[in-house]
């Protein structure tokens, strides 16, 4: 399950669109980039707290749908710009386009977690059904 995750991941990250280079963009203007270089320090590489992060005060993956569902992409992008709590603003090392990609990033990955979630919930369900069909009696084959 996680492996999917990190395929689908991946597949996002590798086709994500480059910023505006007129801005403060970087040569690592892909989001992969932009996450390892800002955020992965405190949100590890899969979203999960680092142990720099847990000393923040993170204690849910940033990805997490239903954990952070609060928070929308406008406020998401103004605690990436501006900062919030003891996380950084990075309104001076990202452009406004860099910002905004690694919001529709966590966007994305958010509804990923959120069909994981809800795979999950169907997975249990099947496994019920079948469950409940093996106690099942035999019948016997009614014929004409």
């Given at each position: 399950m996680k492996n999917r995750f990190?395929?689908?991941?991946?597949?996002?990250?590798?086709?994500?669109?480059?910023?505006?280079?007129?801005?403060?963009?970087?040569?690592?203007?892909?989001?992969?980039?932009?996450?390892?270089?800002?955020?992965?320090?405190?949100?590890?590489?899969?979203?999960?707290?680092?142990?720099?992060?847990?000393?923040?005060?993170?204690?849910?993956?940033?990805?997490?749908?239903?954990?952070?569902?609060?928070?929308?992409?406008?406020?998401?992008f103004t605690v990436i710009n501006e900062g919030s709590g003891k996380m950084p603003g990075f309104s001076k090392k990202l452009s406004t386009d860099d910002?905004?990609?690694?919001?529709?990033?966590?966007?994305?990955s958010r509804l990923i977690f959120k069909i994981k979630d809800r795979e999950k919930q169907i997975d249990a369900?099947?496994?019920k059904i079948g469950e409940d069909y093996n106690n099942l009696p035999e019948c016997n084959s009614v014929t004409n």
């Open positions: 990190i395929i689908i991941a991946s597949l996002f990250l590798s086709t994500s669109s480059l910023a505006d280079e007129t801005q403060k963009s970087t040569p690592e203007s892909s989001v992969v980039s932009i996450w390892n270089k800002h955020c992965k320090k405190c949100h590890g590489s899969d979203g999960y707290p680092t142990k720099i992060g847990k000393r923040l005060g993170i204690d849910s993956n940033i990805f997490d749908y239903p954990k952070n569902q609060k928070s929308d992409l406008t406020q998401l910002i905004k990609t690694v919001v529709e990033f966590i966007e994305y369900v099947l496994e």
